[in-house]
């Protein structure tokens, strides 16, 4: 079974500072990859997506992610962040033999200080 | 947009009560799923289903049952609440490769119930 691998919990920056996220995955196969963000309070959303083509996928609010199929990674970065981007943020995967389920990293929570 | 509506934002029961979390999305998904949200473990798949009146288990199905009658609605059932399921519990929809613009994997999310068992 796959397993993703978010290495930091909590990360703290102030406001203008550049972030990347790193994320992991164990799957040797095809995958999707996805980043999710949850802002206080609310639901969880789609922030970004890679499916196939350009590894370097770019999301909403100025995010982006690269994928890199030799490292198994699918880091989110941002290179200026604001205050409003405080929030938990999930990376998760969907191997191709894994029908319509997606496994979970443990999440970061995002800490922007103004 | 996907709408994912969950019955009950905020539930508090009591160790060993019945507890039913409700669910209904309203663009004719074919998945449903339940997980629940604890820090520092992220997103746990409990069960999933991919039509009506099927039901897979998740990665921890102990303790849960589930049930989906109707296409837009399926819901999570704790026989008898534990202190140990106090937690947030998030439903979330997909829709099959192919179909209604979906791609595989990608999920829409409820707000959440956040269950206190006492």
């Known amino acids: 079974a796959q397993s993703v691998s978010q290495h930091n919990h909590h990360v703290i920056l102030s406001e203008a500072a550049s972030l990347e996220l790193g994320c992991n995955y164990s799957?040797?196969?095809?995958?999707?990859l996805f980043w999710y963000v949850q802002y206080p309070g609310q639901h969880l959303q789609l922030l970004l997506k890679?499916?196939?083509?350009?590894?370097l996928v770019k999301g909403i609010k100025g995010f982006e992610a690269e994928f890199i199929k030799s490292k198994f990674s699918f880091n989110l970065r941002k290179p200026s962040v604001q205050w409003s981007d405080t929030a938990e943020y999930f990376c998760?995967?969907?191997?191709?033999?894994?029908?319509?389920?997606?496994?979970f990293g443990g999440g970061t929570r995002l800490m922007v200080k103004p | 947009d996907v709408k994912v509506t969950q019955s009950s934002r905020y539930l508090v029961k009591r160790t060993g009560e019945k507890v039913f979390l409700e669910c209904v999305q309203d663009?004719?998904?074919?998945?449903m799923f339940w997980y629940r949200q604890d820090p520092g473990l992220g997103l746990r798949l409990i069960y999933f289903?991919?039509?009506?009146?099927?039901?897979e288990k998740g990665d921890i199905p102990e303790g849960y049952s589930v049930s989906r009658e109707k296409k837009e609605r399926f819901s999570l059932i704790l026989e008898s609440a534990s202190t140990n399921q106090t937690s947030m519990y998030l439903c979330?929809?997909?829709?099959?490769?192919?179909?209604?613009?979906?791609?595989?994997?990608?999920?829409?999310f409820g707000e959440g119930s956040r269950l206190t068992v006492l």
């Open positions: 979330a929809s997909s829709s099959n490769p192919g179909t209604s613009g979906g791609a595989s994997g990608e999920l829409f």
């Open positions: 799957y040797g196969g095809t995958v999707n």
């Open positions: 890679y499916f196939s083509g350009d590894p």
């Open positions: 998760a995967v969907n191997a191709h033999n894994a029908g319509n389920m997606l496994t």
């Open positions: 663009m004719d998904h074919e998945n």
């Open positions: 289903s991919y039509d009506v009146k099927m039901k």
